[in-house]
């Protein structure tokens, strides 16, 4: 197996926004804001390489939406998909499989494009199926109030469409064991109903991709919840108990929206579990 990380591109949020009721003099400590009260956001996205399949989980925004769209995220940087990508020697093509962690815009964004002639939609990669699971599709596609701006119907719909949408299991409990795509999947269902986080055996080490139970090292305290989060009193107890399997399991916490710090380990202090040592992906996936 290989890991590659795929940077789908920055942006930035509000920082109120992204820590909900915590004084800004407490998370600007970590996640400094610009005169506009925006903080550095990245859309980093996990490439696995096992056996004939090539796995993508999440896909950034795209590119399909329209300026003022994209005006209110200040994007920032270069990256793409298709320049990290190639990177590593692969192209969109390649994909076999996009796990999405859940349908909000910044994380399934880049699976649908536009046609060729603007007329329509269409999968962004071809031959790949596309993965999420029953709860969260009937969630997204049937939206309440809340959420309802970041479930883009031209993001999801056209998956389904396409036939070349899959449904995981659901667990029984809060993790999926062994998975369909080979890795298990802990449920949470604090910032949206049945959100995925990937939890990949890689060299002996547990790699867990965070999507938004944990966007950033910054929100490593168990009340510095995001104010986009549906329920969270909920993410609270979800938060807490992943980060506590994290310390007594040395697990890897692939951080998709932190900017500048990509993977993290983590420990217990006396103020709870804190960051404990921060790696680059060249680091932990042996690409350098």
């Known amino acids: 197996m290989n890991l590659y990380p795929i940077n789908a591109g920055n942006f930035k949020l509000d920082g109120g926004a992204m820590f909900g009721v915590v004084p800004k ?15 550095d956001i990245a859309a980093r996205c996990l490439l696995i390489e096992y056996g004939n399949r090539l796995i993508l989980i999440d896909t950034g925004m795209g590119d399909k939406q329209s300026d003022k769209f994209f005006g209110y995220y200040y994007l920032w940087g270069n990256d793409t998909i298709d320049k990290s990508l190639k990177k590593y020697g692969f192209h969109r093509h390649d994909i076999t499989d ?19 002639d603007r007329t329509g939609y269409e999968p962004a990669f071809k031959n790949a199926r596309f993965w999420s699971n029953k709860d969260h599709w009937k969630w997204a596609t049937q939206p309440n109030k809340r959420e309802k701006a970041s479930f883009l119907k031209e993001n999801i719909l ?13 667990p029984e409990l809060d993790v999926l064991k062994n998975s369909a795509l080979g890795f298990d999947i802990f449920f949470a ?9 990937p939890m990949i055996n890689y060299n002996g080490k547990t790699i867990c991709f965070m999507a938004d139970l944990l966007p950033t090292a910054g929100h490593l305290p168990i009340p510095f919840v995001m104010g986009y989060d549906t329920r969270p009193l909920l993410t609270l107890d979800e938060k807490e108990k992943f980060l506590q399997m994290a310390v007594n399991n040395n697990y890897y916490l692939f951080l998709e929206h932190d900017a500048h ?28």
């Open 25 to 39: 003099s407490l998370w600007q400590r970590t996640n400094p804001a610009d005169a506009n009260n925006m903080i």
């Open 98 to 116: 996009v796990f999405m962690t859940h349908l909000h815009f910044d994380h399934c964004g880049g699976s649908i494009q536009w046609n060729k």
């Open 158 to 170: 056209p998956m389904e469409e396409s036939g070349q949408l899959n449904f995981t299991g659901l």
């Open 189 to 197: 269902n604090g910032h949206t109903d049945k959100q995925m986080i």
């Open 261 to 288: 710090n990509e993977i993290i380990t983590v420990k217990n202090t006396e103020k709870g579990v804190r960051l404990q040592e921060v790696f680059n992906c060249n680091e932990v996936f042996n690409l350098i």
